[in-house]
């Protein structure tokens, strides 16, 4: 069933859930594979005379059946002779696991990988990467007055992937790989997240998606992110001229700019509420808690209090990362720290 066609002659066809996208002579397959329940990664097929791979789901059972189901269906409905044995290249488009915890199946082994320089970190050393980031979590944690119940987070320290087991090439903003892709260095969402331009197809990875504002980090978190970094990086992303983007969840992206403008307003928004918010003292924890009550449709449920460990500590990031913008744009000033607790005000 052909659903698009624009002015750049990208022509998208679905069959039992793999999507194709045509651009000239250059095939995209678009497979939706299960991360964990109720969280789907699009990884993307390109067949341009070699195949290439961009972003790979959190690695399970469940995700390697439905990539072999895609590449089957891509075998038998749309008449392709390629496996995953025929995959050349891998593109990353950020340290997330779940865009690249499929590092660890074997079929996948020995390829070449291209990913950020900054983002490379997650596969030569998950472990240490994944503390120094609970690290931080935990101390963002404290200084927002909340007390982490250590035992109901989620351990994700375990990464079966040696650097040996694939060819890793470090890329940059400007970047030209494969078939002359084009790389984009889009920091915000993470450091080194990509979006890589493949003829008029761009692939977003999490910079842009159909319809969740993805996340935000705050750089006292992690450097070479934080609102003001990512509002940079969306602009200029919205200003390529591209149309058709392929997000790395949710469903086609078909006006780039028009999807980043309305991310861009959204922020702006929730900027304006938390500066509403902050009227009187308060902290961290007391700002992520009053927002989410005003906003439960966010965090589907009803309140903070009611968010497993580890979603409680990606909203006190998503809010801290707004904080921090208010900050550095003099909206809002620290009132002072009580018991290592920081308070904050608005102007």
């Avoid at 940059?172 to 080194?192: A, E, L, R």
């Avoid at 200029?236 to 591209?242: C, E, H, I, W």
Wanted: glycine share 8%; aromatic share 10%.
């Amino acid at each position: 069933m052909t659903r698009f066609q624009a002015e750049s002659d990208v022509i998208e066809t679905r069959v039992e859930g793999v999507t194709r996208y045509v651009v000239g002579n250059i095939r995209i397959y678009q497979i939706r594979v299960e991360s964990f329940p109720d969280h789907v990664t699009n990884m993307y097929l390109i067949l341009d005379g070699e195949a290439t791979l961009v972003d790979l789901a959190f690695d399970g059972e469940k995700a390697r059946t439905d990539l072999e189901k895609g590449f089957a269906i891509i075998g038998k409905d749309f008449k392709e002779s390629v496996g995953i044995e025929d995959v050349r290249n891998i593109v990353i488009t950020h340290g997330h696991r779940d865009h690249f915890g499929m590092l660890e199946y074997g079929k996948l082994k020995g390829k070449r990988v291209y990913v950020h320089q900054l983002e490379s970190g997650v596969i030569e050393d998950y472990p240490r990467q994944y503390f120094d980031w609970r690290g931080k979590l935990l101390r963002m944690a404290r200084e927002a007055g909340y007390n982490v119940r250590v035992e109901g987070l989620r351990l994700d320290d375990e990464f079966l992937v040696q650097p040996t087991d694939y060819e890793i090439v470090k890329v940059g903003d400007g970047h030209k790989i494969v078939n002359g892709y084009v790389v984009y260095h889009t920091p915000g969402h993470s450091p080194g997240h990509i979006c890589l331009k493949v003829g008029s197809v761009l692939f977003l990875g999490d910079h842009i998606l159909s319809f969740t504002t993805p996340h935000q980090v705050p750089q006292s978190n992690w450097g070479g992110v934080g609102l003001e970094t990512y509002l940079s990086s969306l602009r200029k992303v919205a200003n390529l001229g591209m149309e058709l983007g392929l997000p790395g969840h949710e469903e086609t992206v078909y006006s780039v700019k028009a999807r980043a403008e309305e991310i861009e307003a959204f922020h702006y928004q929730r900027l304006e509420e938390l500066i509403e918010l902050c009227q009187e003292e308060k902290s961290l924890l007391q700002l992520t808690d009053e927002y989410y009550q005003r906003h439960p449709e966010f965090i589907q449920t009803l309140c903070f209090e009611e968010l497993m460990e580890d979603e409680k500590l990606y909203a006190l990031e998503e809010i801290k990362a707004h904080v921090e913008y208010l900050l550095e744009n003099n909206r809002v000033v620290v009132t002072g720290i009580e018991n290592g607790v920081t308070k904050y005000r608005s102007r």
